[in-house]
């Protein structure tokens, strides 16, 4: 240390010396002047020694010379602009003969400032040079979406890296385009990434937008997963802020990626207020939904988080996951069935929940059609009217009922017995008293148990075909997270028996969600082929949030709008009552007809034969008639 320290001042004072001579050559056309020895000498005596001072105090020798930058220029141009005052000091006291030329004001500070300035320049370069110029040519050739400043920050890591050789940007700001960055070009728009691909023999692709909106970076993996390449992101600006992560912390682009959900933000105090220090029941615990609910609402500080689950599987899987990852957060987790009133009694006496969420349900469409339809009414009606009933006996002060989208105009069992559970809660809310009653609405999760996502992985990892049951069948999406906290928002927003209904953005056809999943996966369509199977018992072609006699009005959040469904009659309670007594087992076709007279819009599908075709070998006047 001591060493490069003497080695990096004795640079900075032959520096000097080197620019007050060539100052003087300079000067006089590079022919050393007669009768200037002296004076020359003892100038360049007291300048070195104010130099010296003036790059100590300029903090020259805290950086490193490997990383010299902007702020190290800017230490020498301070060190500089003293040794210029120096200069001007000496010419302005020099009154002997002969004069030191006025000109040294201007010739010496360049000179310095070349010397010093390109010195470091020049052994940074050649120190890079050493440590990494061997990579330049080495690792796999990418493309770089985006020249900003996260295009530049990741072009200047991957310099470095082995495993990557940056050989093109691409940016849709004309300004930029026919430029270079750190020497690479910009060689078209994002529209025409597949032809720069194929014009730098590149099959990688790095989206570097940390601040770009949702929509541009899902169109930008969009295009990059149609032309086949493999497709990597950057962290977000948020992340990258915060410090949590590195502009070179990349990661595969994901299926999530492609669907362009914003980001949510929620009202924390509002959602602190409702939580913070209560006991918090949840059903379903152990679940796609319950599990993420009982992370988030573990952010907000409740007295205790009481885990309700009939699996002990699941149950025991989220209660590893908190003495992982939450030891602090105090849980209790109980197994018991929704069915089972003694159970939920115990429970509720015990423990006194304030805040009810109603996860658990059986909601597996096709299943529950067929073999199992008077199960599906036992579990998502009668489950929920006896913890709702619970609630309301024991006074919790907010009961919020995890419903879907297939309650709307239901065509299946599961979302008519999903109605008739929104239905149940509307009735008890009716009644009064302390509890409110909240149900939240929306449609498929990313990933969930049962759910597209993993099964069509799974499809894949054995090499196809992937099934998709109609060329023209969409659904909602949205991720676990943005669902729970959701949930959360529109818990704390409710005032009593509302029905609030999600964003959910636009619908995505499965077909497409398939092909690219596939190219996600390192496969092209001729890989692995897309095969149609048919709509399954229950299933729609499309989903809807709201029913015909339905109408929304806004609330205060851009991402919940609230439902307004016909009235529930008075009596409703009391005769529901005495069907869900009913001794089983009830045949499918004698539910059908009971949840026919709950829920007037559920229109049964009718059997229909079997789609079954390759993708592609449809034309859409096929589509049409099938």
């Given at each position: 240390?001591?060493?490069?320290?003497?080695?990096?001042?004795?640079?900075?004072?032959?520096?000097?010396?080197?620019?007050?001579?060539?100052?003087?050559?300079?000067?006089?056309?590079?022919?050393?002047?007669?009768?200037?020895?002296?004076?020359?000498?003892?100038?360049?005596?007291?300048?070195?020694?104010?130099?010296?001072l003036a790059c100590r105090w300029a903090g020259l020798y805290r950086g490193m010379w490997v990383f010299a930058s902007l702020p190290d220029l800017k230490r020498v141009l301070t060190a500089?602009?003293?040794?210029?005052?120096?200069?001007?000091?000496?010419?302005?006291?020099?009154?002997?003969?002969?004069?030191?030329?006025?000109?040294?004001?201007?010739?010496?500070?360049?000179?310095?400032?070349?010397?010093?300035?390109?010195?470091?320049?020049?052994?940074?370069m050649w120190k890079e040079h050493r440590?990494?110029?061997?990579?330049?040519?080495?690792?796999?050739?990418?493309?770089?979406?985006?020249a900003g400043t996260g295009g530049a920050m990741l072009v200047r890591e991957l310099e470095r890296s082995p495993d990557w050789r940056v050989v093109a940007l691409v940016d849709d700001d004309p300004a930029k385009r026919g430029?270079?960055?750190?020497?690479?070009?910009?060689?078209?728009?994002?529209?025409?990434?597949?032809?720069?691909?194929?014009?730098?023999?590149?099959?990688?692709?790095?989206?570097?937008?940390?601040?770009?909106?949702?929509?541009?970076?899902?169109?930008a993996a969009d295009l990059a997963v149609r032309a086949g390449a493999h497709t990597f992101t950057v962290p977000g600006l948020e992340d990258l802020m915060g410090g949590k992560v590195v502009i070179n912390a990349m990661r595969p682009v994901e299926i999530e990626d492609l669907l362009g959900r914003e980001a949510v933000t929620i009202d924390s105090a509002d959602v602190g207020a409702m939580i913070g220090g209560k006991t918090v029941l949840v059903t379903g615990a152990g679940g796609s939904i319950g599990s993420e609910l009982c992370r988030q609402l573990a952010k907000f500080s409740p007295a205790r988080l009481v885990l309700f689950e009939a699996s002990e599987f699941v149950l025991y899987t989220i209660e590893q996951w908190f003495a992982g990852h939450q030891p602090g957060v105090h849980i209790v987790?109980?197994?018991?069935?929704?069915?089972?009133?003694?159970?939920?009694?115990?429970?509720?006496?015990?423990?006194?929940?304030?805040?009810?969420?109603?996860?658990?349900?059986?909601?597996?469409?096709?299943?529950?059609?067929?073999?199992?339809?008077?199960?599906?009414?036992?579990?998502?009606?009668?489950?929920?009217?006896?913890?709702?009933?619970?609630?309301?006996?024991?006074?919790?002060?907010?009961?919020v009922l995890v419903s879907t989208d297939k309650a709307v105009n239901p065509t299946n069992v599961m979302g008519a017995t999903k109605r008739l559970a929104e239905m149940v809660c509307e009735a008890l809310h009716s009644q009064g008293g302390r509890t409110q009653f909240e149900m939240v609405r929306f449609g498929n999760v990313l990933g969930s148990t049962g759910s597209v996502i993993p099964k069509f992985q799974e499809q894949i990892a054995r090499g196809g075909p992937v099934t998709v049951t109609h060329p023209e069948i969409t659904r909602y999406f949205m991720s676990i997270p943005e669902a729970a906290q959701l949930v959360l928002q529109a818990a704390s927003m409710g005032r009593g028996g509302e029905i609030f209904v999600l964003d959910m953005g636009d619908p995505v056809r499965i077909v497409d969600l398939a092909r690219n999943m596939i190219r996600l996966s390192g496969y092209a369509e001729d890989d692995i082929r897309v095969e149609f199977t048919g709509l399954r018992p229950g299933e729609k072609l499309y989903e809807e949030l709201l029913a015909d006699a339905e109408e929304t009005r806004e609330t205060p959040h851009?991402?919940?709008?609230?439902?307004?469904?016909?009235?529930?009659?008075?009596?409703?309670?009391?005769?529901?009552?005495?069907?869900?007594?009913?001794?089983?087992?009830?045949?499918?076709?004698?539910?059908?007809?009971?949840?026919?007279?709950?829920?007037?819009?559920?229109?049964?599908?009718?059997?229909?034969?079997?789609?079954?075709?390759?993708?592609?070998?449809?034309?859409?006047?096929?589509?049409?008639r099938a």
């Open positions: 240390m001591l060493k490069r320290s003497v080695l990096v001042v004795l640079f900075d004072l032959l520096s000097a010396a080197a620019a007050w001579s060539l100052g003087f050559l300079l000067r006089f056309n590079f022919e050393w002047p007669s009768g200037y020895e002296v004076k020359f000498a003892a100038s360049l005596t007291a300048l070195m020694g104010v130099h010296a500089v602009g003293v040794s210029v005052v120096a200069v001007l000091v000496v010419l302005a006291i020099d009154r002997s003969l002969p004069n030191i030329p006025r000109s040294m004001a201007i010739l010496y500070p360049l000179c310095l400032l070349v010397l010093m300035g390109g010195g470091r320049a020049a052994w940074r440590l990494y110029g061997g990579l330049r040519g080495a690792g796999k050739p990418v493309v770089v979406v985006g430029l270079e960055l750190y020497g690479l070009p910009v060689a078209g728009a994002i529209a025409d990434l597949a032809v720069v691909l194929k014009e730098f023999k590149a099959a990688h692709v790095i989206l570097a937008m940390p601040s770009a909106a949702s929509n541009a970076l899902r169109q987790p109980l197994a018991g069935d929704v069915k089972d009133a003694q159970r939920l009694d115990e429970i509720f006496a015990q423990w006194q929940p304030a805040l009810v969420f109603h996860a658990a349900a059986y909601k597996h469409v096709p299943l529950m059609e067929v073999g199992n339809a008077w199960q599906a009414v036992r579990n998502n009606v009668l489950g929920t009217l006896q913890v709702a009933q619970c609630a309301q006996r024991h006074g919790a002060e907010r009961f851009p991402k919940l709008r609230i439902a307004r469904s016909r009235p529930v009659p008075a009596d409703f309670l009391t005769v529901l009552g005495h069907w869900l007594d009913s001794v089983g087992p009830v045949a499918d076709d004698a539910v059908r007809q009971g949840l026919l007279r709950w829920v007037p819009e559920y229109v049964p599908m009718q059997g229909r034969p079997a789609l079954k075709v390759v993708a592609g070998a449809l034309s859409d006047g096929d589509v049409r």
